[in-house]
């Protein structure tokens, strides 16, 4: 999938000019906040200097198997980001200004440029992943004298908001909610309409040795890009009015109109959730308020809740104990794994939902919870090879939210019940009663028993 090096990947005029030696030159790291609207760190900044670097870095490492044999990132959120990047560009473009892309180890290709142009400030956005706190870290040890400022734009809440400290985070989602419902959220950040000049010309500012995008139309509405969000924002609240029946709706596995759809961007930042909060607010206030747009708001919440929940937990967000510290009884099965990656099980639902996220990178919140309840009770697996699987194959991958959610589902994280195990069958027959999603996606193919060697044909004969 990866090609090329980093040699070819910069700019092909990258000579400083004598005023960037001078000027107070900054640069912005965009992560997951890929927008130019309600992102107040990047304003600051852009106020704070009279020359500006965009950057965005591509990690190598996404692209290597992890330990759990999956990839960081799969073919389809890469499609998905390498679109957003484009409409970034655009959008930078459209304000004398334009993204630069860098292709490797993130620390080590902003450490170069922060060199090459003498950087005085860096900004970012906060990130609730570890690995991308940690690389921040980096950056400050290794440039002590730059000025270094993060805002908190991923988020509905900025931690000055809380009403209580990140320590003192509840263990599970109502008491936060019940805490933090009544906030008010800031309006979001207008974008501005000029930054400052990037210090050098770029004439080709994107490495010719990204990994290739593989073209998709399995889910054709899933476009990168703010334009895109923007879009389909405005396509589920006030061109189609599904929003008023989310609250009904919103526990189906295909389609369209049963839900927003805004993960992806929400994920990768080409919308705000304060953006989406504003929206639907004007919703409300235009058309109808009920339990509905209420309901999209208290998913909004589930997402804040991760998005603190794995600040406050740290490294133990990865680990098999979960942050309830225990340690689920588990084997690892490869064979049982490949069956559940590759939509293959004795459990026709679960394949359906297997085979649709192979196939578009997208998965209803109820097919997630099913497939994940499979892996966990049925399959009796590491649960943490199930999240990293969905780390690489999903489109809208979020740490927190993923990782989050998966030690709800494995009784080692918020769920106060700690143990849900989904019925299958009667979950097929409320959700899918005529098996037309199973047959759309061809559940009933290839299943059979989970185990090909079961104990009646032990020991194995070795002659
Ligand atoms: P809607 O139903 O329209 O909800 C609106 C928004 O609320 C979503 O876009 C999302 O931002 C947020 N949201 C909804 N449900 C949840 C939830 N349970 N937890 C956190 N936020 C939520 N969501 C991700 O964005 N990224 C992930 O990597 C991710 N991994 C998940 C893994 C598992 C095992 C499970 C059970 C859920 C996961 N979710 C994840 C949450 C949820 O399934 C998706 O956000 C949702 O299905 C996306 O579709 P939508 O945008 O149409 O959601």
Do not use: F, I, N, V
């Given at each position: 999938m990866i090609s090329g090096d980093m040699s070819q990947s910069t700019h092909s005029d990258n000579n400083m000019t004598e005023a960037s030696k001078t000027e107070n030159c900054g640069l912005f790291w965009f992560r997951h906040d890929l927008r130019v609207t309600d992102n107040e760190p990047l304003n600051t900044l852009a106020r704070d200097v009279n020359c500006l670097l965009c950057v965005f870095v591509v990690d190598s490492r996404w692209f290597k198997a992890s330990h759990y044999q999956s990839?960081?990132?799969g073919e389809h959120r890469w499609r998905f980001l390498m679109e957003s990047l484009v409409d970034l560009d655009e959008q930078l473009k459209q304000r004398g200004q334009q993204l630069i892309v860098k292709y490797g180890e993130p620390i080590a290709a902003i450490g170069d440029l922060v060199i090459e142009h003498n950087i005085k400030h860096i900004a970012c956005n906060y990130h609730s992943g570890v690995y991308e706190c940690q690389q921040w870290q980096r950056l400050q040890t290794q440039f002590p004298f730059m000025k270094a400022t993060t805002g908190e734009s991923h988020s509905l809440f900025t931690n000055s908001q809380l009403p209580f400290a990140l320590t003192d985070l509840?263990?599970?989602f109502t008491p936060f909610r019940k805490k933090v419902e009544m906030i008010d959220i800031d309006q979001p950040m207008q974008a501005m309409d000029v930054y400052p000049p990037t210090p050098i010309r770029f004439?080709?500012?994107?490495?010719?040795?990204?990994p290739q995008v593989v073209a998709s139309d399995a889910y054709p509405r899933l476009l990168g890009g703010a334009s895109a969000a923007k879009s389909q924002l405005k396509y589920y609240l006030f061109e189609t009015d599904y929003i008023a029946e989310y609250k009904q709706t919103r526990n189906g596995l295909d389609g369209w109109s049963f839900s927003s759809k805004l993960s992806a961007w929400l994920a990768n930042g080409s919308i705000s959730a304060r953006q989406v909060f504003h929206e639907l607010k004007r919703y409300e206030a235009e058309r109808t308020a009920n339990a509905s747009t209420y309901w999209l708001y208290f998913e909004l919440l589930w997402r804040e809740y991760f998005y603190w929940y794995a600040l406050k937990h740290n490294s133990q967000l990865f680990k098999v104990e979960g942050v309830r510290r225990k340690r689920p009884l588990t084997t690892f099965a490869p064979q049982r794994f490949a069956k559940w990656t590759s939509g293959t099980t004795p459990y026709p639902i679960v394949n359906a939902c297997m085979r649709q996220l192979n196939a578009t990178g997208f998965m209803s919140n109820r097919g997630r919870q099913l497939v994940a309840s499979c892996l966990v009770h049925e399959l009796s697996l590491d649960w943490r090879y199930g999240a990293a699987y969905f780390e690489q194959q999903l489109i809208d991958f979020d740490v927190a939210s993923n990782w989050g959610n998966w030690q709800y589902l494995a009784g080692v994280?918020?769920?106060?019940?700690g143990h849900r195990q989904f019925n299958l069958q009667k979950q097929t027959q409320m959700y899918d009663p005529n098996e037309r999603f199973i047959e759309k996606w061809q559940g009933h193919s290839n299943t059979g028993p989970l185990d090909d060697v079961d104990y009646a044909d032990w020991p194995i004969s070795w002659q």
């Open positions: 990839a960081h990132m509840p263990d599970t004439q080709e500012s994107w490495p010719t040795s990204l994280g918020a769920d106060p019940r």
